[in-house]
Each structure stands twice: as C-alpha cells, then as structure tokens.
Nanobody, 115 residues
Framework: QVQLVESGGGLVQAGGSLTLSCAASGSMFRFRVMGWHRQAPGVQRELVASITSDGITNYADSVKGRFTISTDNAKKTVYLKMNSLKPEDTGDYYC?????????WGKGTLVTVSS
C-alpha cells in the first residue's frame, strides 16, 4: 500500500505563487508515475502535471510555463511549484501515484486564487 499526503494549499492573490508538496510512504516500485490533478467545483478532475521516475514530465496546456513538477526521491516527495496563478487555477489539488497499473490518491489540498 501507498499513502500520499498533500500540503501547501491556501489562499493566494492572482499573480502569486504556491508550492504544493506530496509526501509518499509505503511500498514503491522503481518505476512509477507521480502526478498532480485538480478539481474545481462542478468540473471533472483533470491532470495538471506528471513526472515519471526517470524524470520525464508532462503538463496540461493551461499550466505550461507556469507550473513545474519535481521530485526529491530521497524524501519520497513530489512538488508542484505554481507561479503566475490565475483564478481559474482554483480547486482541490490531488497527488497521485501510478505503479504496476494501480492508482493511489491523496486526500487533496485546496488552492484558492482570488482576483
């Protein structure tokens, strides 16, 4: 089993920055994909960014150039650095891990961007 715990959410003004963290614990394979997803009220959850254990990243078009995903393998932590935040970035942000075709999820952290 894998446990994921997010932190770092909060209220920020448009144009500001936040960094989310996701601490992983439990049994992890060498190859895994970590991701950040967000869900706004009434909207389907969407992938924001992902990173493989080999460091290959992928971003949603809406966040390219503003968000950066990274990992600290020693700390088993994945980060999402969010710059130039917009009100439409508001939502619950969830950390995920996919390994061996199994998805694990954190409970989420709320990000609110005020205009």
């Amino acid at each position: 089993q894998v446990q994921l715990v997010e932190s770092g959410g909060g209220l920020v003004q448009a144009g500001g920055s936040l960094t989310l963290s996701c601490a992983a614990s439990g049994s992890m394979f060498r190859f895994r994909v970590m991701g950040w997803h967000r869900q706004a009220p009434g909207v389907q959850r969407e992938l924001v960014a992902s990173i493989t254990s080999d460091g290959i990243t992928n971003y949603a078009d809406s966040v390219k150039g503003r968000f950066t995903i990274s990992t600290d393998n020693a700390k088993k932590t994945v980060y999402l650095k969010m710059n130039s935040l917009k009100p439409e970035d508001t939502g619950d942000y969830y950390c995920s891990m996919n390994q061996n075709a199994i998805n694990f999820w954190g409970k989420g952290t709320l990000v609110t961007v005020s205009s």
